[in-house]
């Protein structure tokens, strides 16, 4: 059986346009713990959750219909290989058709094979269809808390 990575798909009745901004403010949906810029193209961020983070370069960016992150340094406290997010890719491709805009999110190289998988695939289902979701209907989202 071949290994597939963790995807998911959000829908919406709002535009393309107003998706892309909200993934884009990664502080107000993933967590307040935000370091740096992720709005042009090149940009380094780092994302903290207690003792574990996450430095993540915008390698692909174009407007309303694709981000794309590659993480470049991971520390995850709670596994064995603290550093198995390294170079994964965050993938979420934008599409609107009629009143409907679909994300498709995909994180290339969240495998079943690593050892976070099952908690990291919780959180992001967590992080996507709850708070980037809530954030783009309603304009608040649930993301960590700033510490």
């Known amino acids: 059986m071949q290994n597939q990575s963790y995807n998911t798909t959000i829908k919406t009745l709002?535009?393309?346009?107003?998706?892309?901004?909200?993934?884009?403010?990664?502080d107000k949906?993933?967590?307040?713990?935000?370091e740096g810029s992720n709005s042009?193209?090149?940009?380094?961020?780092?994302?903290?959750?207690?003792?574990?983070y996450m430095e993540l370069k915008v390698v692909?960016?174009?407007?309303?219909?694709k981000i794309t992150w590659l993480v470049t340094n991971s520390h995850k406290h709670f596994?064995?290989?603290?550093?198995?997010?390294?170079?994964?890719?965050?993938?979420f491709?934008?599409?609107?058709?009629?009143?409907?805009?679909?994300?498709m999110f995909e994180h290339i190289g969240l495998e079943n094979t690593?050892?976070?998988?099952?908690?990291?695939?919780?959180?992001?289902n967590?992080?996507?269809?709850?708070?980037?979701?809530?954030?783009i209907n309603t304009g608040t989202g649930l993301p960590d808390k700033k510490v």
């Not at 709002?14 to 990664?26: L, S, Y």
């Not at 949906?29 to 935000?34: L, M, Q, S, Y």
């Not at 042009?40 to 574990?52: A, I, S």
């Open 40 to 52: 042009v193209l090149g940009d380094t961020f780092k994302v903290t959750f207690g003792d574990t």
């Open 60 to 65: 692909e960016l174009i407007e309303n219909e």
């Open 29 to 34: 949906w993933w967590t307040a713990n935000f």
């Open 114 to 124: 690593l050892e976070c998988y099952e908690i990291c695939c919780n959180g992001w």
């Open 14 to 26: 709002k535009p393309a346009q107003k998706v892309f901004n909200k993934i884009n403010e990664t």
């Open 79 to 91: 596994v064995n290989k603290t550093n198995e997010w390294n170079d994964t890719t965050i993938n």
């Open 126 to 135: 967590t992080y996507l269809q709850s708070s980037l979701k809530d954030l």
């Open 93 to 103: 491709k934008i599409t609107e058709e009629g009143d409907t805009t679909t994300v």
